[in-house]
């Protein structure tokens, strides 16, 4: 049980074009979502919380207007990185709250983005 | 906010023998303590969790020990085998942010030598 899956698993697209990922939890229903983002030999750095039918919370300085979220129902959340640039080349990794728990999140096996 | 240290960044130990790694908070609130492991290129795995209402905790081969009046806590993983070599992250949770978000430490790198 509780397992979370990312699409794409990877993705190149070029510099100016905008990436969608989605992040759905497959056998429960999470309010709560997070997303991270990790360079290469770096730890998850938190870009932004996401709350099923509410604005998302963002962390300072991840900029809301250039990471897009949406999260839509209890199962689906995404991320849309907009006009993407090769410095946005991360691995971007969403987890999922189950509804009822508290501090515990199951993870995603992540999207690799590069941007050309 | 929360910041998390983790030392050592990097370790190596002996098949067989002990590894420790420590990690520090800044926040008093923080009430969760987990600790993941990631292999490259894959999701992190929660090995072992601690909350702040009990001094240490122990599944099989890992362990973790929270001080709460010092802010520190500790993995340690005895015997360990080549399959324990990957990145270690600790974190801690404040209750009082939103959502409990959970903040990391900046990883330890364990090599396990046969």
């Known amino acids: 049980g509780a397992v979370v899956s990312q699409h794409p698993s990877w993705v190149i697209c070029k510099s100016g074009t905008s990436v969608k990922i989605e992040c759905r939890s497959l056998d429960f229903q999470a309010t709560t979502m997070f997303w991270y983002r990790q360079f290469p030999k770096q730890s998850l750095m938190l870009m932004a919380t996401s709350n099923e039918g509410s604005k998302a919370t963002y962390e300072q300085g991840v900029e809301k207007d250039k990471f897009l979220i949406n999260h839509a129902s209890l199962t689906l959340s995404t991320l849309t990185v907009t006009s993407a640039h090769p410095e946005d080349s991360s691995f971007y990794i969403c987890?999922?709250?189950?509804?009822?728990?508290?501090?515990?999140?199951?993870f995603g096996p992540g999207t690799r983005l590069t941007v050309l | 906010g929360e910041n998390v240290e983790q030392h050592p960044s990097t370790l190596s130990v002996q098949e067989g023998d002990s590894a420790v790694i420590k990690c520090t908070y800044s926040d008093s609130a923080s009430n969760y303590f987990p600790w993941y492991k990631q292999e490259l290129g894959k999701r992190p795995q929660l090995i072992i969790d601690i909350r702040s209402n009990v001094g240490e905790k122990k599944d099989q081969r890992i362990a973790v020990t929270l001080n709460k009046t010092a802010k520190h806590f500790s993995l340690h993983i005895t015997e360990t085998q080549p399959e324990d070599s990957a990145v270690y992250f600790c974190a801690a949770s404040n209750p009082r942010t939103s959502y409990d978000k959970v903040i990391f430490g900046p990883g330890t790198s364990l090599s396990v030598i046969p």
């Open positions: 987890s999922a709250r189950p509804i009822g728990l508290y501090n515990e999140q199951f």
